[in-house]
């Protein structure tokens, strides 16, 4: 029997979709409320447009949808209670708009539509009204695959857009377009192409949005630099940070000074290790561990506090249950989360006081990692890099950025490293990454063979070097670089990364280790089309394809 449906991310059961139970641990009892909140969100969406033509302030709408919408993501949140509170606020926030448009003078009618109208109370439950409104209930299957494609992409928006607000930098316009898109997503006149100009449009807001977290975070922190990163441990007590909010890493690290308490990063919040302003704090180790899906083994041989910032949450191992510490859109039932006070700052002192009872940090390797190059390091090697790519030293550049996940399947991407000519470099980003940064693959004239640009959402600093490098080649066209995309993905940040991507008219991208389950037949074939987009296949075939 169907008790949910999601198939939002790589690990889709047998590549359809998730109906019993998340194979990333979520219960169907919170995906059915995810759905429901997303609706709703919908519906949110078009009464805050209805505002702006009523001119009246939208009020805490923009950022509430912004921020749900980053809650739903893979691994992010598998609280029930917070969906739950999630669904209680949009429907007071869109009754408080209702009133606001109603009261402005101007006249304007409210849609009938049950994602404006329905009470959320009676006799349907939340449960009940979730299994009306979620993925299946669009029976037109590109219809479908196009809505939530555009509706997953919205969602790896939202969570580049959510780090850039707490950095203090935003972009009205970005909201107005994620209104549009979600309102698109509930218009049943709406035809497949429309649908299908409005997920390209996705990708440039992508652009955008990563263009403007890049601002904040370089503004704030300085441009990341090339780094050797230690993976090894210290003596003392250790607090662990995952995920990806840059703020909670500077808090974190001005909280524990002085404690005789050291930081590590896990996963994707190794590059903070390459900003100058964390370079000043001596406790702040280096990284420990590697991708996300590995924390259940990890987190037990760290031994102290575990502070998750964001999504790529494994279900919690009591090994370190009482250890793990939430925060921001991140949530698990039993462990404690940490929400900002009046000032808007953190108090992270129960970590801390959590880490003095606890043992350092097992070591599990040692050495180190090389990273940094987000777009500002790579121009400032600029004249070498391109003096490589004349003299023939350089034959071709690899964009291998995206996730890592456990499937086996994943192997290919280390045996693909593996076997790349020693003439070829990598260019990488997000926790895909982990597959072949520790490997020893050398360098070309002493520039090394794989190139970190950071975070998932550094991707954009990979558009950035191949536009400059168009434009040093005095090129026409971004596919005339000898630069080739095999991207891996897991989420829906990975999404908007591939959006962004075709926006930008980058074709012939390999994508795996599969392609996602929400591309229908017919989605799937106007992508290869007009984008040549393909999965992987076996990694002899695929360097003959990208090298032949």
């Known amino acids: 029997m ?42 949110l969406a078009l009464l805050s447009q209805k505002a702006r033509i009523a001119e009246v302030d939208p009020g805490g709408a923009p950022r509430f949808i912004t921020e749900s919408l980053f809650a739903t993501i893979t691994n ?253 859109v991140a949530g698990y039932p039993g462990c404690e989360h940490i929400e900002p006070g009046p000032d808007g700052q953190k108090d992270f002192s129960p970590l801390i006081a959590r880490a003095r009872e606890c043992n350092p940090p097992e070591e599990i390797e040692t050495g180190e990692i090389v990273g940094g190059f987000a777009h500002g390091q790579v121009m400032a090697l600029a004249d070498k890099v391109v003096e490589a790519v004349k003299s023939g030293a350089i034959r071709q550049f690899f964009v291998m950025a995206g996730c890592d996940g456990r499937m086996k399947s994943r192997d290919y991407y280390t045996e693909f490293a593996q076997k790349l000519p020693r003439d070829t470099v990598i260019l990488t980003a997000g926790c895909a990454k982990y597959r072949y940064n520790k490997l020893r693959l050398g360098d070309i004239d002493g520039i090394p063979r794989v190139l970190d640009a950071g975070q998932c959402n550094d991707s954009y600093s990979l558009v950035v070097i191949a536009q400059k490098l168009k434009e040093v080649f005095e090129l026409n066209d971004i596919n005339e670089l000898p630069v080739s995309y095999n991207i891996a993905w897991y989420e829906q940040k990975a999404v908007i990364v591939l959006l962004a991507l075709l926006s930008l008219g980058v074709r012939n991208i390999k994508l795996g280790p599969s392609l996602p389950a929400f591309f229908s037949p017919g989605v799937g074939r106007v992508l290869q089309e007009k984008f040549g987009l393909n999965t992987i296949g076996n990694v002899e075939e695929d360097l003959e394809y990208f090298l032949g």
């Open 2 to 43: 169907t008790k949910m449906f999601c198939y939002q991310c790589q690990e889709a059961l047998k590549g359809k979709g998730c109906d019993i139970r998340g194979v990333c641990g979520k219960s169907p009892e919170v995906s059915n409320l995810q759905d429901l909140l997303v609706y709703l969100l919908k519906g």
């Open 76 to 328: 992010a949140n598998f609280s029930e209670d917070d969906f739950v509170k999630g669904i209680d606020k949009a429907l007071e926030l869109r009754e408080e708009l209702k009133n606001k448009i109603q009261d402005s003078g101007r006249n304007l009618s409210i849609p009938d539509h049950d994602a404006l109208n329905w009470k959320g109370s009676g006799t349907e439950s939340f449960q009940e009204k979730a299994g009306k409104v979620g993925v299946l209930r669009t029976e037109k299957e590109d219809i479908r695959s196009l809505r939530e494609l555009l509706t997953y992409g919205l969602k790896g928006i939202s969570a580049y857009l959510t780090h850039a607000r707490v950095l203090g930098r935003d972009n009205p316009e970005i909201s107005r377009f994620m209104e549009k898109a979600l309102v698109a997503t509930i218009d049943e006149s709406i035809s497949s192409e429309k649908l299908t100009s409005l997920v390209l449009e996705c990708g440039e807001y992508g652009v955008k949005t990563m263009d403007l977290l890049d601002k904040a975070n370089t503004e704030a922190y300085g441009n990341p630099e090339l780094t050797r990163v230690n993976i090894g441990t210290g003596s003392n007590p250790g607090i662990l940070i995952s995920g990806h909010d840059l703020k909670d890493m500077e808090e974190l690290l001005e909280q524990t000074q002085e404690t005789g308490i050291d930081v590590y990063t896990h996963s994707e919040m190794l590059p903070a290790n390459y900003y100058p302003a964390f370079k000043k704090y001596d406790h702040f180790i280096g990284n420990y561990g590697n991708a996300w899906w590995e924390q259940g083994k990890e987190f037990k041989s760290f031994n102290g506090p575990i502070l998750m910032t964001t999504n790529c949450i494994t279900p919690v191992k009591k090994d370190y249950k009482d250890r793990l510490f939430t925060t921001g």
